[in-house]
């Protein structure tokens, strides 16, 4: 069986955006180009590493009498998705990171971002992406959470940023924990 070459492709930005995010309660998208609405917000850049989804599974092996395997069981299946947001002067990334109720002002007049022992805020994600043949991809983590933050290194050759990892959660009433769209 031959393979097609044209269906091999990689991802970049879309660049009027790229990830945003957005409270849980608000509508998710169900297609790859239809507009967010307003809830949504513009994380700003992502770091050249790009974003990487994972899916983790653990098992369990049930054996017969002679010790053969005759079943596997699946216990857990976690989804996490991992990027580097690079535009720490973004408030709403701050906001997205320590709470917006712990990120107060302003830039311009003055930014304070209070970092404490609050539990993360669960959201709605979007990542848009553009295939090669300007194909647009976009994957929605319809419940999600930051469950870890990367060190902050504060440096003067490399951006600060925030190394994150979103793990997604069974949205309430079942469904996926992420949707991805393909062209349209």
Known sequence: MAGTA???????????GAVFSAPIGTTAP???????G???KDNGFVSSDG??????????????WGNGTVLITEDEKTVTVKLKLIEYLN????GLVH??????????????VGINDDEAEEHIFVIDQIMKGGIPQRMVINRGVI??????????????????????????????????????
């Not at 408030?91 to 701050?94: C, K, L």
């Not at 994150?164 to 924990?177: E, F, Q, R, V």
């Open 51 to 64: 974003v990487t989804r994972s899916i983790s599974k653990s098992t369990t092996s049930i054996k017969e």
């Open 99 to 112: 709470g917006e109720d712990n990120v107060t002002g302003a830039l311009a007049t003055g930014l304070h």
């Open 38 to 40: 307003d809830a949504f």
């Open 147 to 184: 469950t870890e933050i990367g060190d902050t290194t504060y440096k003067g050759n490399d951006a600060v940023a925030y190394d994150l990892t979103i793990t997604a959660m069974t949205p309430d009433g079942g469904g996926n924990k992420i949707d991805e769209y393909i062209g349209g």
């Open 30 to 36: 169900t297609n790859a180009t239809s507009a967010l």
């Open 6 to 16: 044209t269906n091999v492709t990689a991802g970049k930005p879309r660049p009027a």
């Open 91 to 94: 408030a709403d990334v701050q």
